[in-house]
């Protein structure tokens, strides 16, 4: 059974930091896309950074330039978000996304469509 859990979740004072992971089971990630998405209250759920199969292009939303990177561990199958300078904009439900597209290999998208399995989510809430 393919499946994705996130981690690294919780709250966080505005300019803090957090880590999420999403760790695979039943399936090696090396072959997929990776795709980080929120949804905030009342919000469209949105994309947030991706990362190709082949590990060689990587994207970000505009709002997330400079403050997140994205990152994947082969050998722990596992793809990281490192988030810094987290404000209170940022507080949202973090979803990692899985896609074995051919045309996700040397390239990634942020929109939902090409992404076939899905995580269940961390809670990310940025507060003082």
């Known amino acids: 059974q393919l499946q994705l859990v996130e981690s690294g979740g919780g709250l966080v004072q505005p300019g803090g930091s957090l880590r999420l992971s999403c760790a695979a089971s039943?399936?090696?990630?090396?072959?997929?896309?990776i795709g980080w998405f929120r949804q905030a209250p009342g919000k469209e759920r949105e994309g947030v950074s991706c990362?190709?199969?082949?590990?060689?292009?990587?994207n970000y939303a505009d709002s997330m330039k400079g403050r997140f990177t994205i990152s994947r561990d082969n050998a722990k199958n596992t793809v990281y978000l490192q988030m810094n300078s987290l404000n209170p904009e940022d507080t949202a439900i973090y979803y990692c996304?899985?896609?074995?597209?051919?045309?996700?290999?040397?390239?990634?998208?942020?929109?939902?469509?090409?992404?076939?399995?899905w995580g269940q989510g961390t809670q990310v809430t940025v507060s003082s």
């Open positions: 996304a899985a896609s074995s597209a051919l045309t996700m290999q040397r390239m990634c998208l942020l929109a939902p469509g090409p992404y076939a399995y």
């Open positions: 039943g399936f090696t990630l090396n072959y997929y896309a």
């Open positions: 990362i190709s199969s082949g590990g060689g292009y990587t």
